[in-house]
């Protein structure tokens, strides 16, 4: 049981990290066409794990 809590945190992590990766390889062009500032991305990564 324990283990599967670590392991599903460290999903959850990398997850994170994933979208953190990819949102951050954008333009601000591009950010801003989905309507996305730089200091948004940290929150919407934290949202798309939880969800």
Known sequence: M???FITSKIR???RYRQVIRE????S???LDD???SRNDI???ARQSVAS
């Open 2 to 4: 324990f283990v599967a």
């Open 12 to 14: 959850a992590f990398l």
């Open 23 to 26: 949102l951050m390889q954008l």
């Open 28 to 30: 601000d062009r591009e």
């Open 34 to 36: 989905l309507g996305i």
């Open 42 to 44: 940290d929150a919407i």
